[in-house]
């Protein structure tokens, strides 16, 4: 049974945060060079190999009740690699909101049941670091924040996902996204009773996106 904070959790934090550091410190060394596209390809095909091997991992047994990919990360990958592929601006934004916000928040506080050395363990993790760091290149390596317009669409987005799996929920009686039921030892259990916790925790994401899309757009005064 996999421990939070426990060994093999904090080793793969530290490879995790080594890999953002270097990714940070060689973006100008990167930025129009002829390794910046080859780099994106290989993290976007990292993102899709992990992607695909956390679905048939997780959601291979045919359980179509609990087992859905419906958590944002069963499909935040699809939004990186496409960031990493083609800069479109959308896939940016989501890539950049979900994957610096919401996904870090999982390998902080992982809702993960197998320990070191279950082929899931390391499915979950690939999938996770690898969702970050494609996230992390995109966006900060080479400087392609959001804008307000993609502020508003990821929101939508998000928003989007929310109710299709709050719907899903109360038809099968399940709990993507955890809208139903606080999963145990997550800062959810600081936001109160439900409802109130999911109510909190949109209003924390919507500020929390707002101030770290605010030093993209903002202008030099005078």
């Given at each position: 049974m996999f421990e939070p904070w426990s060994t093999s959790h904090l080793v793969v934090l530290g490879v995790f945060v080594l890999g953002v550091v270097v990714l940070l410190a060689v973006g100008p060394v990167l930025r129009g060079s002829h390794v910046e596209q080859p780099l994106a390809v290989a993290m976007a095909l990292g993102n899709i190999g992990f992607g695909l091997i956390g679905v048939v991992t997780e959601f291979g047994d045919g359980d179509v009740k609990g087992n859905l990919p419906l958590q944002l990360c069963d499909f935040a990958w699809i939004p990186v690699a496409w960031a990493l592929l083609t800069r479109h601006r959308f896939a940016l934004a989501l890539a950049y909101f979900w994957g610096l916000t919401l996904a870090l928040q999982a390998l902080v506080q992982p809702t993960l049941d197998e320990a070191f050395p279950d082929p899931n363990f390391f499915a979950f993790w690939g999938k996770h670091v690898l969702l970050?760091?494609?996230?992390?290149?995109?966006?900060?390596?080479?400087?392609?924040?959001?804008?307000?317009?993609?502020?508003?669409?990821?929101?939508?987005?998000?928003?989007?996902?929310?109710?299709?799996?709050?719907?899903?929920?109360?038809?099968?009686?399940?709990?993507?996204?955890?809208?139903?039921?606080?999963?145990?030892?997550?800062?959810?259990?600081?936001?109160?009773?439900?409802?109130w916790y999911v109510l909190a925790e949109m209003a924390i994401v919507l500020l929390v996106w707002a101030l770290i899309t605010w030093p993209w757009v903002r202008r030099p005064s005078g």
């Open positions: 970050v760091w494609g996230a992390v290149y995109a966006t900060l390596t080479l400087r392609q924040g959001p804008s307000w317009r993609g502020y508003r669409q990821a929101v939508l987005a998000t928003f989007a996902w929310l109710a299709t799996a709050m719907t899903i929920n109360t038809a099968l009686d399940t709990n993507y996204g955890y809208f139903n039921a606080k999963p145990k030892g997550t800062v959810l259990d600081y936001l109160g009773p439900w409802p």
